[in-house]
Antibody
Framework: VQLVESGGGLVKPGGSLRLSCAAS????????MNWVRQAPGKGLEWVSS????????YNADSVKGRFTISRDNAKNSLFLQMESLRVEDTAVYYC????????????WGQGTLVTVSP | SYELTQPPSVSVAPGQTASISCGGT??????VHWYQQKPGQAPILVVY???DRPSGIPQRFSGSNSGNTATLTISRVEVGDEADYYC???????????FGTGTKVSVL
């Protein structure tokens, strides 16, 4: 199993960014996927989740209305579209595979850094 | 929103046992997962569904969950166990996943 995030970078407040996560080594279309972030020196914060068929989507209150999770099962890819970015969105963003039949995350990518700064 | 509370730090001598608590209202009714994170690295799942271990995780790592507290126990602690540990649950009311505040384990 391999999860590789990309798309991070430096952006100004109010800007947008699209993160991608390329998955391999497992049947991507069969599992729910998640985004989790970690601000510098802080703990883990769950951001968003999407079911295998995209039928169920949940977002943390801190990003609701600004971030949109999506997936392309044909391309084994997970996405996070981030709009109206704030300084407090600065973090390493991880994609994480959910265990089948459980709500735990058994595989994580190495993360991509998003920096929101004037 | 559902909250999980962990002690900020736990110190333990090599060879001893470390216990990390995770408090939440009626957490015993939820499935609890535990992650280990070392500096500069992505988290690793060490216990899922209260007490199951993924392949490759030593039997020294075990979990329990009852009432308002879940516990991760690390037996025969090694220097390599020094890391931050996080608990996590799924809040069925909101559909949200929730992480605990995190505990730094120091091996003296």
């Amino acid at each position: 199993v391999q999860l590789v995030e990309s798309g991070g970078g430096l952006v100004k407040p109010g800007g947008s960014l699209r993160l991608s996560c390329a998955a391999s080594g497992f049947s991507f279309s069969s599992y729910s996927m998640n985004w989790v972030r970690q601000a510098p020196g802080k703990g883990l914060e769950w951001v968003s989740s999407i079911s295998s068929s995209s039928g169920d989507i949940y977002n943390a209150d801190s990003v609701k209305g600004r971030f949109t999770i999506s997936r392309d099962n044909a391309k084994n890819s997970l996405f996070l579209q981030m709009e109206s970015l704030r300084v407090e969105d600065t973090a390493v963003y991880y994609c994480a595979k959910q265990i089948g039949g459980s709500s735990g995350f058994d595989y994580w990518g190495q993360g991509t850094l998003v920096t929101v700064s004037p | 929103s559902y909250e999980l509370t962990q002690p900020p730090s736990v110190s333990v001598a090599p060879g001893q046992t470390a216990s990390i608590s995770c408090g939440g209202t009626n957490i015993g009714r939820k499935s609890v997962h535990w992650y280990q994170q070392k500096p500069g690295q992505a988290p690793i799942l060490v216990v899922y569904d209260d007490g199951d271990r993924p392949s490759g995780i030593p039997q020294r790592f075990s979990g329990s969950n009852s009432g308002n507290t879940a516990t991760l126990t690390i037996s025969r602690v090694e220097v390599g166990d020094e890391a931050d540990y996080y608990c996590q649950v799924w809040d069925s009311t909101s559909g949200h996943r929730v992480f605990g505040t995190g505990t730094k384990v120091s091996v003296l």
